[in-house]
């Protein structure tokens, strides 16, 4: 099994996560989103990010503003709306609540019960 295809996954299914919290500290344009990203090493790419602020400003959790630029086109920096800080804080109910199940699976200590093995007399150690 490919673990580094797993850590990608598990990063795509926490993108739209990390996204509204970095939107949720102020306005932010995308390639400044994108460099954030990128430096907490959640491996995305314009592709990924920008039909993501799509479907987040389709879905009225963020919007955004244009403003002009010295060197350039406009910018567009996205804000996050009050249905998205309320989507935002659900998420991180849900988070809270994961990981505390992920660490308790993955911390919890084994205690073993004595139990007869059928095969015959000898005692089987098994979890609880």
Same mark, same amino acid.
């Given at each position: %099994?490919? $673990? *580094?295809?797993?850590?990608? =996954? %598990?990063?795509?299914?926490?993108?739209?996560?990390?996204?509204?919290?970095?939107?949720?500290?102020?306005?932010? +344009? !995308?390639?400044?989103?994108?460099?954030?990203?990128?430096?907490?090493? %959640?491996?995305?790419? #314009?592709?990924?990010? +920008? @039909?993501?602020?799509?479907?987040?400003?389709?879905?009225?959790?963020? $919007?955004?503003?244009?403003?002009?630029?010295?060197?350039?086109?406009?910018?567009? +920096?996205?804000?996050? $709306? #009050?249905?998205?800080?309320?989507?935002?804080?659900?998420? *991180?109910? !849900?988070?809270?609540?994961?990981?505390?199940?992920?660490? !308790?699976?993955?911390?919890?200590?084994?205690?073993?019960?004595? =139990?007869?093995? @059928? #095969?015959?007399?000898? @005692?089987?150690?098994?979890?609880?």
């Amino acid at each position: %099994m490919n $673990t *580094d295809n797993i850590g990608v =996954q %598990m990063r795509k299914g926490i993108l739209e996560f990390c996204v509204l919290h970095i939107i949720n500290r102020g306005e932010v +344009y !995308a390639s400044d989103l994108l460099e954030e990203l990128t430096t907490a090493q %959640m491996v995305v790419v #314009e592709g990924t990010l +920008y @039909p993501l602020l799509t479907r987040l400003k389709n879905t009225e959790l963020v $919007t955004y503003r244009w403003e002009e630029s010295n060197s350039g086109p406009p910018r567009k +920096y996205f804000v996050i $709306t #009050e249905k998205g800080k309320a989507f935002l804080a659900s998420l *991180d109910t !849900a988070w809270e609540e994961m990981v505390s199940s992920v660490e !308790a699976i993955r911390k919890k200590q084994q205690v073993f019960l004595m =139990q007869p093995s @059928p #095969e015959n007399s000898n @005692p089987k150690l098994l979890p609880e």
